[in-house]
Nanobody
Framework: QVQLVESGGGLVQPGGSLRLSCAASGSIISIYAMNWYRQAPGKQRELVAT???????IVANSVSGRFFISRDNVKNTVYLQMNSLKPEDTAVYYC????????WGQGTQVTVSS
């Protein structure tokens, strides 16, 4: 059974940074695209960033230049580095495996507020 466990969320002031981690077990992530999604209250879940098996990354326009996705296939972990955070980045962030996603983590809350 595949399990994805996110960590690294929390409360941060506008302009601050956070790094989210997603540790996978039960599967080797190197053969899958990995993704970060987010869902803000009252909004649909949206794709934030994705990284292919070859390391090619794509990020949403709303976070371009501020968020960076990376993967460590040795540690079976994917990361989301979030810089220059804005209040509108407040959401639950989810890690997912595959494209389209076939497994999801439980999510980690990110709150950007002064």
């Amino acid at each position: 059974q595949v399990q994805l466990v996110e960590s690294g969320g929390g409360l941060v002031q506008p302009g601050g940074s956070l790094r989210l981690s997603c540790a996978a077990s039960g599967s080797i992530i190197s053969i899958y695209a990995m993704n970060w999604y987010r869902q803000a209250p009252g909004k649909q879940r949206e794709l934030v960033a994705t990284v292919s098996t070859s390391g090619i990354t794509i990020v949403a326009n709303s976070v371009s230049g501020r968020f960076f996705i990376s993967r460590d296939n040795v540690k079976n972990t994917v990361y989301l580095q979030m810089n220059s955070l804005k209040p509108e980045d407040t959401a639950v962030y989810y890690c997912s495996l595959g494209r389209p996603p076939s497994y999801w983590g439980q999510g980690t809350q990110v709150t950007v507020s002064s």
